[in-house]
């Protein structure tokens, strides 16, 4: 009977060791799909930058892509304006909104104004998983969960800001939102600063 009770341990213990072998396995297979993910999506950026294209058919292509990849609700894009050397200068409206997003470019920058601006003058991603009560965009929590801020900008210049709004599994952000956000920032504020090169180049050629 003692063996009998041993062997039933022993069964226990391996099936338990094999479980957690599966779950590790499980989630470095998750890892691994996102980091393929993400390194395709960079990919396909770099290699169909068209300095000569709108920045805004280049930024609604990028968002709709990172988009599913991240399974966001929406990703959104606001640049500033060209002629705006200040340390935090003006947005103009949207130049991009993809997925369902609440609200209209105008209420939505409205309503991130501090996050967004925030953000711009630091130079940093800011990640938002909770709205509280008390803040100045408290009445978003009606509309919406969670959101990141992506400053667009290259040597300290900023050149616009990128927005995501929840996940559609209605989870957090996490260190792999932030890694691909930020990496696909970082592709976009390449993109915008040699476009506008190109067209001041354009420009002196007219």
Same mark, same amino acid.
């Given at each position: ?44 950026? *770099?290699?169909?930058? $068209? @300095?000569?294209?709108? &920045? ?9 892509? %990172?988009?599913? /990849? ?71 929590? *009606?509309?919406?969960? $969670? @959101?990141?801020?992506? &400053? ?9 800001? %990128?927005?995501? /709004? ?41």
């Amino acid at each position: 009977f003692n063996s009998l009770v041993t062997i039933a341990e022993q069964m226990h213990e391996d099936l338990q060791s094999a479980s957690t072998t599966g779950n590790e396995l499980s989630s470095v297979t998750e890892q691994l799909t996102s980091v393929y993910e993400e390194i395709s999506l960079l990919y396909k950026i *770099s290699s169909g930058m $068209r @300095f000569s294209q709108k &920045p805004e058919m280049f930024l609604e292509s990028v968002c709709r892509e %990172m988009q599913e /990849i991240g399974n966001y609700r929406a990703v959104a894009v606001a640049l500033a304006n060209r002629e705006d050397d200040s340390a935090t200068p003006i947005l103009g409206d949207l130049a991009v909104i993809v997925g369902s997003c609440p609200f209209s470019g105008t209420e939505l920058l409205s309503a991130l104004h501090e996050p967004i601006y925030d953000s711009l003058a630091v130079g940093e991603t800011q990640v938002h998983n909770e709205i509280a009560p008390d803040c100045d965009w408290a009445r978003l929590r *009606s509309y919406m969960k $969670r @959101f990141v801020c992506v &400053p667009l900008e290259r040597d300290r210049r900023p050149l616009g800001i %990128m927005i995501a /709004i929840d996940k559609n599994d209605a989870t957090e952000f996490n260190s792999v939102d932030l890694k691909l956000l930020n990496n696909v920032g970082n592709q976009c504020s390449i993109f915008l600063e040699n476009a506008a090169l190109y067209q001041d180049m354009q420009g002196l050629f007219m």
